[in-house]
Nanobody, 120 residues
Framework: QVHLVESGGGLVQPGGSLRLSCAAS????????MAWYRQGPGNQRESVAS???????IYADSVRGRFTISRDNAKNTVNLQMNSLNPEDTGVYYC??????????????WGQGTQVTVSS
C-alpha cells in the first residue's frame, strides 16, 4: 500500500504565509509527478501547482509568483510554500502523486487533505 500524508495547514491572516508538506510512504518503486490541488467552499477541486521528478514546475495563474512547489526525491516529499495569502486561497489542500509501486503498477494517489483558512 501507498499513503500520502499532508501537514501544515491552519489559519493565517491575509498577507501571511504557510508551508504545506506531504510525505509519501509505503511500497513505492518510483514517483513521477507530484502536485497540490485545492477545493474552496462551493468550488470544484482545482490544480494549484505540480512538479515533475526532474523538477519542472507548473503553476495556476492565480498563485504564480506567490506559491512555490518543491520536492525531495530522496525523502518522497513535496512542499508548497504559500506567501501573500488572500481569502480566495481558503480551502482544503490535497497532495497528489503519480506513483509506481513495487509491483510496478502505476496509480494516482491522494492525501486526506489539510485545511487552509485565510481570514482576519
Amino acid at each position: 500500500q501507498v499513503h500520502l500524508v499532508e501537514s501544515g495547514g491552519g489559519l493565517v491572516q491575509p498577507g501571511g504565509s504557510l508551508r504545506l508538506s506531504c510525505a509519501a510512504s509505503g511500497r513505492i518503486a518510483s514517483i513521477n509527478a507530484m502536485a497540490w490541488y485545492r477545493q474552496g467552499p462551493g468550488n470544484q477541486r482545482e490544480s494549484v501547482a505540480s512538479i515533475t521528478s526532474a523538477g519542472r514546475t507548473i503553476y495556476a495563474d492565480s498563485v504564480r509568483g506567490r506559491f512555490t512547489i518543491s520536492r525531495d526525491n530522496a525523502k518522497n516529499t513535496v512542499n508548497l510554500q504559500m506567501n501573500s495569502l488572500n481569502p480566495e486561497d481558503t480551502g482544503v489542500y490535497y497532495c497528489n502523486a503519480d506513483i509506481r509501486d513495487l509491483t510496478l503498477r502505476r496509480s494516482d494517489y491522494w492525501g486526506q487533505g489539510t485545511q487552509v483558512t485565510v481570514s482576519s
